[in-house]
Structure formats: C-alpha cells, structure tokens
C-alpha cells in the first residue's frame, strides 16, 4: 500500500489494483458538495489517469444491490443510469467505484475479479458486503478473496443513536461505534480470507470529505478498483 497528496493506493488478490482518492483529487461528485460543475470533469481525468476504458458508478441509495459489469456501456466515466450500492467486474480495464464521505469504501478482489462497494450503517447491517464478496466469488477462479477498506468514519468521531445500535445489536442507546471493525468481521464471516485497512478517519481527518464534519458543503472521495 502507498500513499499520496490525492489518493491512497493498494493491490489485491489476482492483480487488482485500488485507490482511494483523498480531498486533494477534489470532489469526484456530480450531485453533492461544493464545486459539483466539474465533478464530471474530475471522473473523466481519473479514468484517463488509471488508463481504464470505462469507469463504472451510479447513483446510491444505502442498499445491498451490487451491480456486475459484464460489458460495459460506451466509453468514458459517467454514471451508469441505475441505483447500486457497489459493482462488480471481471473484465480487464474497467474500473468500478463508489464515492463516500464518512461510508466505508471497500475493495473485494479474487483471481479474476474485483468489486468496489459503499457500505453506509445501514448498507452494512443489511448485508452489502455479504453480497459484493458474493459477486466476486462468481465471478472470480477458485482462490482466496481479500478485501481492503479505505478511509471512513472512524471509532474516534462517529457518535451514533439508538437506530444504528439497534441495527447491530449493540444494547446501548447512544456511543461511538466502530463500523470498521463490524466490516472486518461480516467480510471474514462471508469467505473473505484476508481483511487489510488503510486506516484514516474521514470526520477528524480533514484530507478528506467528510459530511458528518462539513454538511452539504462536503464533497465526495472515491473508491476505485481495476483489473489491469
């Protein structure tokens, strides 16, 4: 793993390469945040940059869908016309990736295979991540699967209500929770072999958007993967 002034870098499992983009790549949003005019611009410049044909994203809604890319649609990187919560791909320069601000961006790769997925509280509690290392065990030659998480809400800053502590059985009413750590174990749990972490809490950490910290002002970081 490396790092960066605008991204954090990693490789996985069966040669897929990830990055996570920091506040200096700017904000990678179409919709969201501050300066969305060049948010199209920015996508297209990155996929130029990583050498990919297509960079495949959508819109999210905090589900479980996971989108697998099977011939990708036209050339370039605007957004797929569809809701997911992650994509999935064994084709070889075409990139997949979720934008976030405070959500879990997390990699899942096997040999052959890559998937990118936005695991917000309640994308996570319902299954998200379960079901991209589903996709990518499909998709993917026998072998083990990795996955890496990239910056994101931290255990330091991120306060949470009776909801989300409800949603993972946690019997207190109100506290700081750990959605990393929570990652780790529901990725093992679901045939993931190895689980790495490129740390960073997106709230405190002001290299990166963050809307816990900003508000509609925050723009998005992305999470990218690809088979090269």
Do not use: K
């Not at 996929?47 to 990919?52: D, K, P, Q, Y």
């Not at 079901?131 to 990239?150: K, N």
């Amino acid at each position: 793993m490396s790092g960066g002034g605008s991204a954090l870098a990693a490789e996985l499992t069966g040669g897929a390469h990830v990055i996570f983009t920091l506040r200096g790549a700017g904000n990678l949003s179409t919709a969201a945040g501050d300066d969305i005019a060049r948010g199209a611009e920015r996508r297209e410049a990155l996929a130029s940059e990583l050498g990919v044909r297509r960079l495949c994203a959508s819109r999210q809604v905090h589900g479980t869908h996971i989108n697998v890319v099977c011939e990708p649609v036209g050339q370039g990187a605007g957004a797929l016309p569809i809701d997911a919560d992650g994509h999935a791909t064994a084709l070889s320069g075409v990139a997949v990736a979720v934008l976030t601000a405070d959500c879990l961006p997390v990699a899942i790769g096997g040999r052959g295979a890559v998937a990118m997925v936005h695991a917000g509280w309640r994308g996570l509690a319902g299954g998200v991540l379960e079901q991209g290392a589903a996709a990518v065990s499909r998709l993917a030659d026998d072998g083990p699967l990795q996955a890496v998480i990239g910056p994101c809400a931290g255990a330091c800053c991120y306060e949470v209500g009776p909801e989300v502590m409800s949603a993972f059985g946690l019997p207190a009413e109100r506290g700081l929770i750990d959605l990393r750590a929570i990652a780790r174990r529901r990725l093992l749990a679901a045939g993931v072999d190895s689980v790495a972490d490129m740390g960073g809490c997106t709230i405190c950490n002001e290299s990166n958007f963050s809307f816990r910290r900003e508000g509609a002002a925050a723009g998005r970081q992305a999470g990218v993967a690809w088979l090269s």
